[in-house]
C-alpha cells in the first residue's frame, strides 16, 4: 500500500471520497447538527440549501420552534412564500405566543396577496412585544397599503382643536 502525503493510505482517502459514505454520514446527523448547518447556509444566504437541510431537521423533531423559525425563513427567503406560510402557522401552532411566529406568518400572507390577514397578525406581533420597531413598521407599511374598500369606509377626521 501507498502512503499518500498526508500520512494515510490511498485507500483510505478514497473512502473519505465515496459519495456513498458521505450520504450516509449525512443521514446520521442529529436535528441539532441540522439546525446548526442550515442557520450557517441561511448567514451565507444559500437560503434553498437551507431549507432542504432544515427540512430533514424539521423531519427529526417535529413542532420543534427554533427549527420551525429557521425553516420558515429560509422558505421565505427563497421564495416559497407559500411553504413559509404552513411552516410559521405550524410555529404558531407550537407556540401562539411567538411574536416573531405572527410577524413572519404576516409577512408571508403578504407575498400571497392576504393584506387584511396579514394586518391581523401584525397587530398580534405589536401586542406581543409592543417595544419592537421591527413589528410597528411593517404594521404601518400594512395599514397603508391596504386598499379602502366600501365595506370598510376611512374613519371621519377629528375636528380641529381637539
Known sequence: MVAARDGQSCEHRDMQDDPAQ??????????????QRGQALLRRR???????VLERAAALEPGRCSILEALGRAAFNAGNHARAYDVFEALLEADPASAYGHFALAQSMRKLDRP????????????????????RAALDRAIAALPESPESPALPESPAGE
Do not use: G, W
Not at 458521505?22 to 439546525?35: F, K, S
Not at 444559500?46 to 432542504?52: E, F, L, M, P, V
Not at 397587530?123 to 421591527?134: I, K, N, Q
Open 46 to 52: 444559500h437560503n434553498a440549501q437551507a431549507a432542504t
Open 22 to 35: 458521505q450520504i450516509d454520514a449525512e443521514e446520521h446527523e442529529t436535528a441539532y447538527e441540522l439546525l
Open 116 to 135: 387584511k390577514d396579514a394586518v391581523v397578525h401584525l397587530r398580534l406581533a405589536c401586542a406581543l412585544d409592543p417595544a419592537s420597531p421591527l413589528y
